[in-house]
């Protein structure tokens, strides 16, 4: 078993800055792809951005990219995503995940076996 839990969201104004973090704890983290997604009202979880066991890959939506970082500290089983330029479009709860049986870099969702609870980012304009 492997339990995520995110942090990090809140309220910003269009053009402000988040960065969310995903503690990890209980099975490998250090040796499981990782990744970010997103669903707002309405629409479906959407891949944000995805990182490899070690960091050396990553992947990013096209409407993130330029503007969101993920990057990941295995020392203190951590994922980050660092969101630069938020947009109203940015809105949505974002989850963390792991899917545990890979190195490299997952898209869809359905690879991921761990998903985190969520966290609120809201983005006025």
């Known amino acids: 078993q492997m339990q995520l839990v995110e942090s990090g969201g809140g309220l910003v104004q269009a053009g402000g800055s988040l960065r969310l973090s995903c503690a990890a704890s209980?099975?490998?983290?250090?040796?499981?792809?990782m990744g970010w997604f997103r669903q707002a009202p309405g629409k479906e979880r959407d891949l944000v951005a995805a990182i490899s066991w070690n960091g050396g890959s990553t992947h990013y939506a096209d409407s993130v990219k330029g503007r969101f970082t993920i990057s990941r500290d295995n020392a203190k089983n951590t994922l980050y995503l660092q969101m630069n330029s938020l947009e109203p479009e940015d809105t949505a709860v974002y989850y963390c995940?792991?899917?545990?049986?890979?190195?490299?870099?997952?898209?869809?969702?359905?690879?991921?076996?761990?998903w985190g609870q969520g966290t609120q980012v809201t983005v006025s304009s």
């Open positions: 209980g099975r490998t983290f250090s040796s499981s792809a």
């Open positions: 995940a792991a899917a545990s049986t890979a190195y490299t870099i997952r898209i869809l969702a359905s690879l991921y076996d761990y």
